[in-house]
């Protein structure tokens, strides 16, 4: 069973109060809107470009990178979320959503398509063993010198997730990204991560993909 067979009911069915989860602004939301202008701040000048948002949800980065003037492809597994994001942000010439089943692992564009990628929330649903893949997917799509910004629950290191769970006995295990790890990954694609806490158990996280040799 792939990881869109197992979650879509439960992300189908919190498309109705999703944002009203994240305007409580506890728990694993903490800091959310913090988490989601950072991500915007880190795309800088590239949000006037082609960017991806995968795991768009009900659309609500999407909605800052609009306001920016990006013209945004929204990529979610879950019909009822996109519902949502649809709703929200109307149709418009630079917004396109799209259904994708395994959104960071096949995304549904030619090389090099966009300026920027972003990310919030979402990350966390590959799995470890998938990560390497779904960077170089990613890489794959972005153009040379485009930015990759991620916002989500992750940590330092295993180390630092152990210690973490303990503190916070609410959050759930998840396929949680461990920046420690990453960095290879990303520097065998010729990129150096950056990285910016933003609570105990959430990270803002980019780089650039490198212009051709
Ligand atoms: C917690 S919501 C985050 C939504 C939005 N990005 C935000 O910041 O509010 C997680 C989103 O990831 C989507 N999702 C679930 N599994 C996924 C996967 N394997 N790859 C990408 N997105 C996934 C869900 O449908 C949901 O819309």
Redesign the pocket.
């Known amino acids: 069973m792939d990881?869109?067979q197992t979650?879509?009911p439960i992300?189908d069915r919190?498309?109705t109060t999703?944002d009203k989860s994240?305007d409580s602004a506890r728990g694993v939301f903490a800091r959310?809107e913090t988490?989601?202008d950072l991500v915007v701040d880190r795309i800088g000048s590239h949000a006037s470009g082609r960017v991806l948002?995968?795991?768009?949800?009900?659309?609500?980065?999407t909605q800052r990178l609009l306001h920016r003037g990006a013209k945004v492809v929204g990529?979610?597994?879950?019909e009822a979320?996109l519902a949502k994001a649809n709703a929200k942000l109307s149709p418009r010439s630079n917004l396109q959503l799209v259904r994708?089943s395994?959104?960071?692992?096949r995304i549904p564009f030619r090389d090099e398509s966009f300026d920027a990628i972003a990310?919030?929330?979402?990350y966390h649903?590959?799995r470890p063993d998938h990560k390497e893949a779904s960077l170089q997917e990613m890489f794959r799509v972005l153009s040379p010198g485009g930015v990759w910004v991620v916002?989500d629950l992750m940590f330092e290191d295993e180390q630092d997730e152990q210690a973490a769970l303990r503190t916070y006995s609410w959050l759930e295990r998840e396929h949680f990204a461990r920046i420690a790890e990453l960095r290879p990954f990303l520097a065998r694609l010729g990129a150096k991560l950056d990285s910016h806490p933003i609570t105990p158990f959430t990270w803002v996280i980019w780089t650039s993909k490198p212009h051709h040799k």
Do not use: E
């Open positions: 990881s869109r979650h879509m992300f919190w498309a999703y994240v959310y988490v989601l948002d995968i795991g768009v949800g009900t659309g609500n980065l990529l979610d597994p879950s979320m994708a395994d959104p960071f692992l990310s919030t929330y979402a649903h590959v916002g």
